[in-house]
């Protein structure tokens, strides 16, 4: 009898103990840890993915780092990316969709010196310069429609703020919650100007999958996002656990830099008075109009079913 | 050379190619692969003919960049071998930074060269040029070193002096190593100038850059698949400059009568 009840106990010991192994799933990052991320490294310090049984590995990434691709092809479950790069994706034939989308705002802009007296993205186009801006990107093409006779020399980017410190003529893209704050940090003060102002709104910074693998796995999904959501309620309420560890990934922003951007992304992440539950939510009629415009700017050749690019949870 | 032998000689390196595309046109359209990790030859072969245009101003650029490129990286590299070929006391102390440049990685100085020289050209130029000065390097200076001992000592009997012994006997005498090193850096030259030029702009690089940008994966190996006709021209033209200089005199390019 002692020996049934003893095997018995292996038994369901080994089956609680199975039962408790936490799902394993890495999520890609699109560029290094910084405070648009800091709602995902918050989920993992606090602990919100284990009390869902997620083991969820982040991994940075870098300029060009093709994180769709590596969603579409299944080498990562989840990762991160531009809202536009879900509808290119879609319309290539994959079937990649959004589920959380950091930024409401995109914040995505122009970075230019002040000296210069800018009052506007038209001022920036139209005067002689450099401008670095990613080639061939939804973002450049669009602005180049919309300022046709530009007079501004394009470059390539390349991240990082080194030639904006050295060139006085010198303007890039950046996030305006990021590079123009490291850019003060370093004796240059920067002035921004927002693409969404000139008419450009996709979501920015979008967590993405396949849309056969979130089928398959709607709890997973659902509790990944639940844990996402929590994380970034957590992360807008209090950032320094997330910002430090953030700067041991990624010392080339400073824990102050870190702290103000932190703050400016706010208003971008989640409108003011609006409830928290709302984090994240994307609508059918922005995906809608980024459809359009991405067709618009030929760079796509089919529109892709707005409402079949993205899932909110 | 008859029609016959002529197609006889191209069927062995066209064969694969063949094969392999048609392979890949299957893959694609059978669904085995899906298009937006490989594109179907035939997506490429579309891309290259609407975007004719465009590719063909890059190529230009490219190809002018790594022509400069190799052009500087032949002066710098054969003038640097001279030097080192002079001394066994040079050669010890400066040889060592000459294989810096077969180390140097240089997408991760790219953005250092364009804080030297901007944007543009000048940073492709000198990218092209570092990747491919050390194989000029290393080649000179093997076959500067090479020279038969005894026409060495025919030249000193003789009483020539050390410019008639560099210019008449070890130049010539190394042609076939320089063209051998000519060779490698030309191919390479392409490399380092569409690395330059994803960090410059211009040319192939910035084709490619973005292509991949737009998840345009075709337009990516159509961009891909001139440079390496590129590179292609490069090294067949030091062939043919290396066959016009040694052929009358040299074995390697004599043909057998």
Known sequence: MKIILGFVLILFSAIAAWGAQATQLQFALNWKAEPEFGGFYTAKLSGSFQKRNLDVE??????????????????VRFGIAAADEVVISQARGTDVVALFAVYQINPQGIMVHP??????????????????IQSGSPHALFLQNQFPGYKVTFVPYAGGIATFLTDPNFS??????????????????????????????????????????????????????????????EYLRAPEPANNAMVKLNPAMDAVSMKEAAEVQKSFILRAGAPAQELGKMTVERWGTLVNQLYDLKLIKTKPVADKLFQNF | MNFKTKISSLLPPLLPLILGMALAEIAVRSGWVPSYLIPAPSEVIRSLIDDRVELAVAAWTTLSSALAGLLLSFTTGTLFAIALSSSDLARRAFYPYAVFFQTVPIISIAPLLVIWFGFGQPTVIASAAIVSVFPIIASTLLGLKSTEPALIDLFALYSASARQMLLMLKIPFALPQIFSGLRIASGLAVVGAIVGEFIGGGGLGSVVDSARTQQRIDRVFAAVLISALLGAVLVGAVNLISALTLGSWHTSERKAS
């Open chain 1, 115 to 132: 000296e210069r007296g800018f009052k506007s993205l038209g001022d920036v186009f139209n005067s002689p310069g450099t401008l670095a």
């Open chain 1, 172 to 233: 890039q893209q950046c996030f305006v919650t990021s590079e123009p704050l490291i850019a003060r940090k370093k004796g240059k003060p920067a002035q921004s100007f927002l693409i969404a102002d000139a008419g450009f709104k996709p979501y920015g910074t979008v967590m993405i999958a396949r849309r056969q693998y979130v089928e398959k796995n709607q709890k997973q999904t659902r509790d990944l996002i639940d844990a996402v959501r929590e994380g970034w309620i």
């Open chain 1, 58 to 75: 982040i991994t940075e990434g870098g300029a060009g780092t093709p994180v769709v691709q590596m969603v579409a092809n299944s080498k």
